[in-house]
């Protein structure tokens, strides 16, 4: 697989639940790492790199406390949009 042909699956099994966070953190890394983005897909999946690489899940405690990182949450309903 290629470009966002890794990255579209891994994120629709995380938001329908098929994967935890860590194993969807995991394969977008891998998958993000491993493939070669379009030039004119790139600007918008570093955004959402940005958004996978700031998260941590809801049950880290105590909260990291840094204003850039999001929570689970926050990372599901950013994706989803």
């Known amino acids: 697989m290629s470009g966002t042909e890794a990255l579209e699956p891994a994120i629709d099994a995380y938001l329908h639940g098929g994967v935890g966070f860590w194993t969807f953190h995991r394969r ?20 959402i790199y940005e958004l996978v690489y700031m ?25 989803r949009e």
């Open 28 to 47: 977008f890394m891998d998958a993000w790492v491993d493939n070669a983005l379009p030039e004119e897909e790139a600007e918008r999946w570093f955004e």
């Open 55 to 79: 998260a941590e899940p809801d049950s880290v405690d105590p909260p990291s406390g840094y204003n850039s990182v999001r929570d689970e949450a926050d990372l599901k309903a950013q994706l």
